[in-house]
């Protein structure tokens, strides 16, 4: 079946410590994306890569990074900047001219 | 900037009652899409509205995009149990290639 794979489901991180988040698709899809949400809120665009080895920043940015050197992987990495990172997150895919398809997200929790 | 309203933010019902949820955008959509998130879970795309004053029905989900391409709703005849959930709409627009979403209505269902 084709779908978007994110793991770990739940991370548990600790102050001062980078972390990456992953996320593969088999969808054959061009674009990509990670969003943030938070507890009774909508979702909030982090980064997003129309293509391979190109990506973009989204509207919360700061704190985060990624790399797209495949079609089907695109990581986060929540760095020791990004400091409330607290959250589910998930991640998408799209063909042109039709909805997203998301994963089953990954729950990231300081300790 | 970009932003997309929705209203209301929770919604309780009796089985059997209708809901509506409405979205509004300040500028001009290229398209606007519908998602179901139920609790735990992931955003599951449900339709894609393309053209103005365009009309939609999946069952008992009726799904209108406004004449001036800036407001949406969806709406549910005759809720159910399985109703129950967050839905968002997310706003594309031509600039940045990117979706912007709602921030959800909340709906909850009493049997």
């Known amino acids: 079946d084709g779908g978007i794979t994110q793991s770990p489901k739940y991370l548990f991180r600790k102050e001062g410590q980078n972390v990456t988040l992953s996320c593969e698709q088999n969808?054959?899809?061009?674009?990509m994306y990670w969003y943030r949400q938070d507890p009774g809120q909508g979702l909030r665009l982090i980064y997003y890569s129309q293509i391979v080895n190109d990506f973009q920043k989204g509207d919360i940015a700061e704190g985060y990074s990624v790399s797209r050197e495949k079609k089907e992987s695109f990581p986060l990495t929540v760095t020791s900047a990004q400091k409330n990172p607290t959250a589910f997150y998930l991640c998408?895919?799209?063909?042109?001219?039709?909805?997203?398809?998301f994963g089953s997200g990954t729950r990231l929790t300081v300790v | 900037g970009q932003q997309v309203m929705q209203i209301p933010q929770y919604q309780h019902v009796q089985e059997g009652e209708d809901f509506t949820t409405y979205c509004n955008s300040s500028t001009t959509l290229s398209n606007i899409q519908w998602y179901k998130q139920r609790p735990g879970g992931h955003p599951v795309f449900l339709i894609q509205l393309v053209k103005s004053g365009e009309v939609k029905k999946q069952k008992r989900l009726t799904f209108q995009f406004g004449e001036a391409k800036k407001n949406s709703s969806l709406h549910i005849t005759a809720t159910q149990t399985t109703d129950v959930g967050t839905y968002f709409c997310a706003g594309y627009y031509n600039q940045g290639g990117k979706l912007i979403f709602g921030q959800g209505t909340e709906l909850s269902v009493k049997p």
């Open positions: 969808l054959n899809h061009d674009a």
């Open positions: 998408a895919s799209r063909q042109a001219d039709y909805g997203y398809t």
